[in-house]
T-cell receptor, first 112, second 111 residues
Framework: NAGVTQTPKFQVLKTGQSMTLQCAQDMNHNSMYWYRQDPGMGLRLIYYSASEGTTDKGEVPNGYNVSRLNKREFSLRLESAAPSQTSVYFC???????????FGSGTRLTVV | KNEVEQSPQNLTAQEGEFITINCSYSVGISALHWLQQHPGGGIVSLFMLSSGKKKHGRLIATINIQEKHSSLHITASHPRDSAVYICAVRSNGGSNYKLTFGKGTLLTVNP
C-alpha cells in the first residue's frame, strides 16, 4: 500500500543511548517532515526537508539530527537520548502541487 | 497565543447527535487541514481546504478565509467517530509546506 512507513513502532532507550528512526514514502513527494506529539500540546515540527538534498530546523530541533538519504527516505537520529525526548514521533510527507499531506503510523519512544 | 486555536478541547455527545468543532487561526494561510487521530493510532487526513466547503460521507468541513475560521461538522455521530480531531494550517508564502497544528479536540460519542 502506498504511504509513509515508519520504523520502529515502539522503542525504549536508556538515557544516553542513541537511535535512528526510519521513514520512507513511496508517493514521490518532495517534502518530508518529522514531528513530535506530547500530551496537551499540538504536534511540533522537529526538522523538515523541503526537497531532496535540503534539510532545515523546525520548532524543536535540539537533540536531534536528520538525513534526507534520497527522495524516499528521511531519518531522524537521537545521538544521546534524554527523558525529555520521550514522545510519539510522526513522519509525514507532502506534495508541493496538491498540498496533500500523509502521515506515518508513529513511533512511541520512551527514554528511561 | 497559539496561532491555531480549537474549541472545544473536549466534547462528549450521544450517538446520533450533530457535532461541530471549531478552528480559528491568526495568520494568512494557503490551506487548512482537518486530521483525525484514534487513541494510540496514527493520523489520518480528513480534509484539505483553501476555500468554501467539502463533504465526505457524514463529515463536512467549511472555511471562512475572511474571518480566519473553519468548522468540522459530523452528522449522525457514531461511537466509531470517537477520536481526536486536529486542525492544522499551512501559512502563506515561503518554499516549505510546514503545518502549524492546533492542540486537538477530543470527541467521545457514547452509544
Amino acid at each position: 500500500n502506498a504511504g509513509v512507513t515508519q520504523t520502529p513502532k515502539f522503542q525504549v532507550l536508556k538515557t544516553g543511548q542513541s537511535m535512528t528512526l526510519q521513514c520512507a514514502q513511496d508517493m514521490n513527494h518532495n517534502s518530508m517532515y518529522w514531528y513530535r506529539q506530547d500530551p496537551g500540546m499540538g504536534l511540533r515540527l522537529i526538522y523538515y526537508s523541503a526537497s531532496e538534498g535540503t534539510t532545515d530546523k523546525g520548532e524543536v530541533p535540539n537533540g536531534y539530527n536528520v538525513s534526507r538519504l534520497n527522495k524516499r527516505e528521511f531519518s531522524l537520529r537521537l545521538e544521546s537520548a534524554a527523558p525529555s525526548q520521550t514522545s510519539v514521533y510522526f513522519c509525514a510527507s507532502s506534495d508541493r502541487g496538491s498540498y496533500g499531506y500523509t502521515f506515518g503510523s508513529g513511533t512511541r519512544l520512551t527514554v528511561v | 497565543k497559539n496561532e491555531v486555536e480549537q474549541s472545544p478541547q473536549n466534547l462528549t455527545a450521544q450517538e446520533g447527535e450533530f457535532i461541530t468543532i471549531n478552528c480559528s487561526y491568526s495568520v494568512g494561510i494557503s490551506a487548512l487541514h482537518w486530521l483525525q487521530q484514534h487513541p494510540g493510532g496514527g493520523i489520518v487526513s480528513l480534509f484539505m481546504l483553501s476555500s468554501g466547503k467539502k463533504k465526505h460521507g457524514r463529515l463536512i468541513a467549511t472555511i471562512n478565509i475572511q474571518e480566519k475560521h473553519s468548522s468540522l461538522h459530523i452528522t449522525a455521530s457514531h461511537p466509531r467517530d470517537s477520536a481526536v480531531y486536529i486542525c492544522a494550517v499551512r501559512s502563506n508564502g515561503g518554499s516549505n509546506y510546514k503545518l502549524t497544528f492546533g492542540k486537538g479536540t477530543l470527541l467521545t460519542v457514547n452509544p
